[in-house]
């Protein structure tokens, strides 16, 4: 019998490879260093690559890694949505604020 009084964590999850119900592991995927050689660079290969980073970003398993698991609680997920497409927004604002700055007046 599984116990359902239970406080469900934000990141619980059941993992169907190996069993697990608990606490979720977060794991990102890429670098810190190439996201910091990035942001160095320039301001969009850095936001492009803070982005991807995130949109990776998942809950796996924190016994055996898996990357899908079943996740008990939706609203992680559409918080992370929120700030990709917030992320976006200030990337096109961005562009469109260089293109205004650097188009050749005639
Ligand atoms: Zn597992």
Redesign the pocket.
């Given at each position: 019998m599984m116990e359902e009084n239970k406080i469900k964590g934000k990141n619980w999850i059941k993992?169907p490879?190996?069993?697990?119900e608990g606490e979720g592991k977060k794991y990102t995927r890429g670098s810190l260093l190439i996201e910091i050689v990035l942001w160095l660079l320039g301001i969009i290969p850095g936001l492009i690559y803070s982005l991807w980073r995130l949109s990776n970003q998942y809950i796996g398993?924190p016994?055996?890694?898996?990357r899908y698991?079943v996740k008990q609680s939706s609203d992680v997920k559409n918080r992370k949505w929120l700030l990709i497409i917030a992320g976006l927004f200030i990337l096109i604002v961005i562009i469109a604020t260089l293109e205004f700055l650097f188009t050749p007046l005639f």
């Amino acid at each position: 019998m599984m116990e359902e009084n239970k406080i469900k964590g934000k990141n619980w999850i059941k993992c169907p490879n190996c069993g697990y119900e608990g606490e979720g592991k977060k794991y990102t995927r890429g670098s810190l260093l190439i996201e910091i050689v990035l942001w160095l660079l320039g301001i969009i290969p850095g936001l492009i690559y803070s982005l991807w980073r995130l949109s990776n970003q998942y809950i796996g398993c924190p016994k055996c890694e898996y990357r899908y698991v079943v996740k008990q609680s939706s609203d992680v997920k559409n918080r992370k949505w929120l700030l990709i497409i917030a992320g976006l927004f200030i990337l096109i604002v961005i562009i469109a604020t260089l293109e205004f700055l650097f188009t050749p007046l005639f």
